[in-house]
Structures are given as C-alpha cells and as structure tokens.
C-alpha cells in the first residue's frame, strides 16, 4: 500500500527565509509524486511533480522538490519564502497502477514579516 | 484552461436532508473524483469514476453515492445528511495516468450540516 507522511501540520517560517516542507513516502512500486498548494478558500493546484525523469523537479512560483531514492523523500522547498506562499500544502503519491492519488494530511506555512 | 466548477461554495443543511453536490469539468476528463477535505485529515477519497455511468468506491464511501450520468458532471449525494457530514468537498477531475498525471480541483463546497 502507498503512503505519504508529512512532517509537521504546521511550519512558519521568516519572510525571505528558506522555506522547507517535508514529505516521506512508502510505495511497493516506482512511484509518481506531486506537490499541491491550496491558497485559502480555493481548491488544490499542482505545484509540481516526479514522475521518474529527473531527480530534482522546479515547480510554479519558485518552488523545487528533490526525489531520493534512498531516504523515500520528496521534499519541498524555496530559497526565499514569499508573503504570498502563505498556504496549505499537500504531497501525495500514485502509482500508475490506477487513477488515484494518495494524498498526506497537509502543511500549512505561515509567513512571519 | 481547464475548468472544473461546482455548484455551490457554501452549503448549510438539516439533519436528514437529501442534499446533493454537483460538480462540472469543461475538459472532457474521463475521470472524476470526490474528496472530503477535514483539518488534519488531509483529503480522502469518496468515490470516483473512470467513465460516464461507471463508479467505484474510495476510502470513505459510507453515507454517500455517486452519480455519472454524462461526462462532464460527476453529482456526490448524501442520502440523509448527519452533522459528521459537515466538511470541505472538494471534486477533481483527470485524464487516465498515462497523459497528463494531474488531477484538476474545483474550488470546493463547504457543507454545514446542523
């Protein structure tokens, strides 16, 4: 069975400051994985995705996340957090062997000025 | 752009209520999907539906049922609604894992149930 853990519900982090979000995953097979952003009062928007080609992907808004292998993880980050990234954030993983996304119970970021 | 709506943002309900949430894609996607969204829950799947008529049950299906009758509108039903029925929906839609990957969200209905 596939899973994702997020490591912390919540991380707030300084304006301008590296922004890190956690995501470690358990698959049986070579997995798919996304990172989905949901600003207040929208639904959820692709930030980016793997899905087996390179290691390290770039998303929309600045936002990267590298897979590794070896530690199961797929975390997120940027190099200087924005007032704007303020929001809810979700890794989740599939397999190809059907249509569904597992999704982890979300970070929210926060943003201190 | 695709566009997936959905008939309400806010939805405030009775105990016992019939209440029914619509939700419509303008992409042609085959597939559609329900989820409820509860903090620090995440999202769960409901049900989804590979195909017009066609449904399959998710992790959390109890309460619930689905219909699919054309392509582009994917309905979530609630029999008889009861108050651990109040939750964020929120509907997606994609096209079968071997295209694109991404699953397209709505903005959500927000269900009160009282």
């Known amino acids: 069975a596939q899973s994702v853990t997020q490591l912390g519900s919540h991380v707030s982090v300084s304006e301008g400051a590296l922004v890190l979000l956690r995501c470690n995953y358990s698959?049986?097979?070579?997995?798919?994985l996304f990172w989905y952003v949901q600003y207040p009062n929208q639904g959820l928007q692709l930030l980016l995705k793997?899905?087996?080609?390179?290691?390290l992907v770039k998303g929309i808004n600045g936002f990267e996340a590298e897979f590794k292998k070896s530690e199961t993880s797929f975390h997120l980050t940027k190099p200087s957090a924005h007032m704007s990234d303020a929001a809810e954030y979700f890794c989740?993983?599939?397999?190809?062997?059907?249509?569904?996304?597992?999704f982890g119970k979300g970070t929210r970021l926060h943003i201190l000025p | 752009d695709v566009k997936v709506t959905q008939s309400s943002r806010y939805l405030v309900k009775r105990t016992g209520e019939k209440v029914f949430l619509e939700c419509v894609q303008d992409?042609?996607?085959?597939?559609m999907f329900w989820y409820r969204q509860d903090p620090g829950l995440g999202l769960r799947l409901i049900y989804f539906?590979?195909?017009?008529?066609?449904?399959e049950k998710g992790d959390i299906p109890e309460g619930y049922s689905v219909s699919r009758e054309k392509k582009e509108r994917f309905s979530l039903i609630l029999e008889s609604a009861s108050t651990n029925q109040t939750s964020m929906y929120l509907c997606?839609?994609?096209?079968?894992?071997?295209?694109?990957?991404?699953?397209?969200f709505g903005p959500g209905t927000r269900l009160t149930v009282t």
């Open positions: 989740a993983v599939t397999s190809n062997r059907d249509d569904k996304i597992i």
């Open positions: 997606a839609s994609s096209l079968p894992w071997d295209t694109t990957y991404e699953q397209y």
């Open positions: 698959s049986s097979v070579p997995p798919y």
């Open positions: 793997y899905t087996s080609a390179a290691t």
């Open positions: 992409m042609d996607h085959e597939n």
């Open positions: 539906s590979y195909d017009v008529k066609m449904k």
